[in-house]
């Protein structure tokens, strides 16, 4: 049994090293979401012990506030809770007179902490498939902080923690100014938490994260848009965009051009064949995509039969993998298929292609999606608001 004296000495040490830990994790996470060009932690080792990967899950925050925020919040608590008796007797912390019992609140806090640690390591095992090494130490000492905590077991150990935590707060409500001020505070947390909550500003890759599904589990005739035009005609704002037919982050931004079109009135999309595809694009250096360039020839035979929109939605939408499966596609759509064998095997198709290869590669376009309007360029999927942005400082107007 450890002493009752030496306790609170043993509690901040290991309070101070999850601290530390969570402090690490506060950077990992920073760097993961925040700095683009910031090197892999020391905790991302291999593809299951990655800190960085788990920092770019859903479940790396809570209510908006970042798991590692949460962490050091704990901790500096308890910092306060080993502190209270002095700290009780400086005006400004008299408030801390209501917690009489100190070690008590650490415990009960401090096993609900460690149950929640291991929900979380279940998650990170089981369904992200990834562990971070810094996340599951802390998860261990938050079990050594309960269990030095909590009283012996001749005082009922935790369920004596529970009842005296309960009894000392309610105690505390009792005085008027500190049930007003305990009020206060629950209503300002709580406004803060509905503000992350809602705006993810502290975890931008929730937001993305839930774009990105939309997009997957969009359904085609919510976005189907007929003919070859997407955008206003003659529309003074003209935004070339460069996409290959077998990468799937294209076809969710075809997806997402189709919002943008309708917000903004005075911009066009045109559509520009990248294919990551050696059959055409000879100046692939390595093996890509298999049919991306058999894709882009019929697309844009497609084009030639005012079909191109039709006929791309359903390609992206279908991900056909043999050229039957693409003739039947074009079939459905009605289009005129003599026609359509003839013009993807044209010099003239081969010629729009093998020019629109050319011109992403004079542009320096690394791959696709890409989005170009004049000398800038926007490249990959991004989230509805960061495109929007990157739109309205190029010239584009909202209706």
């Not at 923690?161 to 300002?188: C, N």
């Not at 982050?249 to 079109?261: K, S």
Request: aromatic share 12%.
């Amino acid at each position: 049994m450890i002493k009752k004296e030496i306790k609170p000495t043993i509690i901040a040490i290991i309070a101070a090293l999850g601290f530390c830990a969570t402090v690490e994790l506060a950077v990992v996470y920073y760097n993961a979401l925040f700095a683009a060009n910031a090197a892999p932690s020391i905790c991302s080792v291999n593809e299951f012990i990655d800190c960085d990967g788990v920092a770019r899950t859903n479940e790396s925050q809570f209510l908006g506030i970042p798991l590692a925020y949460w962490g050091m919040f704990w901790y500096f608590f308890v910092f306060l809770m080993l502190k209270a008796k002095e700290l009780k007797n400086h005006k400004l912390f008299k408030f801390m007179e209501v917690f009489k019992n100190p070690l008590d609140y650490i415990a009960v806090l401090g096993l609900f902490s460690f149950i929640v640690s291991i929900i979380l390591l279940l998650i990170s095992l089981f369904e992200i498939k990834k562990l971070c090494i810094f996340c599951a130490f802390t998860y261990v000492l938050n079990l050594i902080i309960a269990l030095v905590a909590t009283r012996p077991i001749e005082e009922d150990s935790f369920v004596g923690s529970f009842k005296q935590s309960v009894t000392d707060f309610l105690d505390a409500i009792k005085i008027k100014h500190y049930a007003i001020a305990f009020t206060v505070v629950m209503l300002a947390a709580i406004g803060a938490l509905t503000y992350t909550s809602t705006t993810m500003v502290f975890a931008p890759q929730v937001k993305s994260n839930r774009e990105f599904n939309f997009y997957k589990n969009a359904k085609i005739e919510d976005y189907l848009v007929s003919g070859n035009q997407l955008g206003a005609k003659d529309a003074p704002v003209k935004v070339l965009v460069y996409s290959d037919f077998d990468c799937p982050v294209c076809r969710y931004l075809h997806i997402q051009l189709y919002y943008l079109a309708k917000k903004y009135p005075n911009i066009q999309f045109v559509h520009k064949n990248y294919p990551l595809d050696q059959d055409c694009n000879k100046y692939l250096p390595f093996p890509g995509h298999l049919t991306s360039c058999m894709k882009a020839r019929y697309a844009e035979a497609a084009m030639m039969q005012g079909k191109y929109l039709d006929f791309a939605a359903h390609v992206f939408a279908e991900q056909p993998d043999t050229e039957e499966k693409v003739l039947k596609i074009a079939e459905d759509l009605g289009l005129d298929m003599e026609k359509l064998k003839k013009d993807a095997k044209s010099k003239a198709v081969a010629e729009i292609i093998e020019n629109d290869i050319k011109d992403a590669l004079a542009i320096g376009l690394s791959g696709t999606p890409a989005m170009i309007v004049g000398k800038h360029k926007k490249m990959g999927l991004n989230t509805m608001e960061e495109a929007e942005q990157w739109l309205e400082r190029n010239g584009a107007k909202r209706k």
